[in-house]
């Protein structure tokens, strides 16, 4: 359990300095992670029956997600978001493949759908950093790809 919480702190941090240092796709992605890392903890079964079965309400979750990912990835100026949305499209993979198979170990199940959480953190906070360093080198970053730059 101590690991939820170290996740949860965590990924409270990212997403606070993505909203007061990045861009429209990075404060996006901070909070649609922090909303998911919440939603997450709410609908989960009960501890001890964790992944022993298929975690739908985590699977909606995930799904969610990934479908809010998607659409900041395609309408982005950045390339960081194609990664997280890609690791986390593995994470929502898992719950296919115990849906597929039952017999998918308890364990394996767990970690393949939650263990691609802290890379996509990392990559939201390397996006964040990037963002201000764009912001104070040129003066302006441009938030989405069909964005005019003429409207800086």
């Known amino acids: 359990m101590d690991r939820v919480?170290?996740?949860?702190?965590?990924?409270?941090?990212?997403?606070?300095?993505?909203?007061?240092?990045?861009?429209?796709?990075?404060?996006?992605?901070?909070?649609?992670?922090?909303?998911?890392?919440?939603?997450?903890?709410?609908?989960?079964?009960?501890i001890p029956f964790l992944f022993a079965g298929l975690e739908a309400g985590v699977l909606i979750v995930d799904l969610m997600l990934l479908a809010a990912m998607i659409a900041i990835t395609l309408k982005a100026d950045r390339f960081w978001p194609a990664w997280a949305t890609a690791l986390h499209a593995l994470g929502t993979g898992a719950h296919l493949a115990r849906a597929i198979s039952p017999d998918v170990i308890r364990l394996?199940?767990?970690?393949?759908?939650?263990?691609?959480?802290?890379?996509?953190?990392?990559?939201?906070?390397?996006?964040?950093?990037?963002?201000?360093?764009?912001?104070?080198?040129?003066?302006?970053?441009?938030?989405?790809?069909?964005?005019?730059?003429?409207?800086?």
Not at 19 to 33: F, I, M, N, S, Y
Not at 121 to 142: C, F, P
């Open 108 to 152: 394996v199940y767990a970690v393949l759908s939650a263990a691609w959480s802290y890379p996509i953190v990392l990559l939201l906070v390397i996006g964040t950093v990037r963002h201000s360093r764009r912001i104070r080198a040129r003066g302006w970053d441009l938030d989405w790809s069909r964005q005019d730059p003429t409207l800086r």
């Open 5 to 46: 919480w170290l996740f949860y702190a965590i990924q409270v941090t990212a997403s606070g300095y993505a909203v007061l240092r990045g861009g429209a796709p990075e404060r996006l992605t901070g909070l649609a992670l922090l909303l998911a890392a919440v939603s997450t903890g709410l609908v989960q079964r009960n």
